[in-house]
């Protein structure tokens, strides 16, 4: 499955006023120039601003994670159907590929 978004990675950041008001931007920096993603003009929770803008930041990871659990999970079906017991994995670098993707984005998301 081919993506059409912006490539990966996105960081986030944001920015104090004076009057105590915030910004903040989603951002891909590709060879010195910053592409927006997302704008954020005004915001007064910085808190929730800071975990909004993280999980947008991960959404190229978190796609990539969900595609390699997907392909992982149709392994599966593929090579055990109507299995009982102990599943038979026939590639474990899907397993090990959908794992390290997985555990990498949602760190990225929620820390």
Partial sequence: ???????????????KHEDGSMNGSVVFIDEHLAHCVCKAPKFQDEEKWETDAKLMAAA???LDALMAMDTFLKHI?????GWVGDLVLQDYSLMTDAYNKTSTA???ATS
Avoid: D, I, V
């Fill in 1 to 15: 499955m081919k993506t059409r978004h912006t490539p990966a990675p996105w960081t986030w950041h944001s920015k």
């Fill in 60 to 62: 190229p990871e978190l």
């Fill in 77 to 81: 079906g593929e090579n055990n159907a």
């Fill in 106 to 108: 949602l760190s990225k």
